[in-house]
């Protein structure tokens, strides 16, 4: 019976690349052996140890998703243990809800990129070279009339009201724009202040 499991290794951060894609290889080797499945390689690098282990401050961790069968748990615990190159390493069996909904989740989004990839893009329209060429078109006019400033607009008279301490105070827009920031204060702060 396969089931699904997380691999997490650490590696002597001394090893070369060719050493870690022998690592890899040799774990990839024995999950085809056994009829296993990988789905996922997560290289995370090289990374700050919670301890020294082997007078060595940094490891290289890599995590591996995968589907096994119990031989093959015990046959890549039994390689992963002998190697001299692993520091340390931790099989742990993943919960099939949550590895069914990630799985879920990738293929939607693999669909969703691949349909993204299959449409064609739209052309972008021409543009009419003989309005443009007989009309020069000033930066301020392409403004559309929600984007223009308040001061510009026919209702900027109007009076925004402010509640501060169950008083309401009206303030002009240009007063609102040069007040300084709010300050909040903790309660606690201003009774002892006050007192």
Do not use: C
């Amino acid at each position: 019976m396969s089931r699904d499991y997380e691999l997490g290794f650490i590696l002597n951060p001394e090893v070369s690349e060719e050493e870690i894609r022998s690592s890899l290889d040799r774990i990839e080797l024995i999950v085809a052996n056994y009829g296993g499945q990988i789905f996922k390689v997560n290289h995370w690098g090289r990374r700050r140890l919670a301890y020294p282990i082997e007078r060595h401050r940094d490891g290289y961790y890599i995590f591996i998703d995968m589907i096994l069968t119990p031989e093959a748990v015990t046959e890549i615990e039994r390689t992963l243990r002998v190697s001299e190159k692993v520091f340390r390493h931790m099989m742990k069996r993943r919960d099939p809800k949550t590895v069914q909904k990630e799985r879920e989740a990738r293929a939607a989004a693999a669909a969703a990129q691949a349909e993204a990839a299959s449409q064609p893009e739209a052309p972008a329209t021409p543009v009419e070279t003989a309005s443009s060429a007989e009309i020069p078109v000033t930066p301020a006019e392409t403004v559309s009339q929600a984007e223009t400033p308040i001061e510009s607009k026919p209702e900027a008279e109007e009076v925004a009201p402010i509640t501060i301490a169950e008083e309401s105070i009206a303030l002009a827009p240009e007063e609102i724009e040069s007040a300084p920031p709010a300050i909040e204060v903790d309660a606690e702060k201003s009774e002892t202040i006050e007192a």
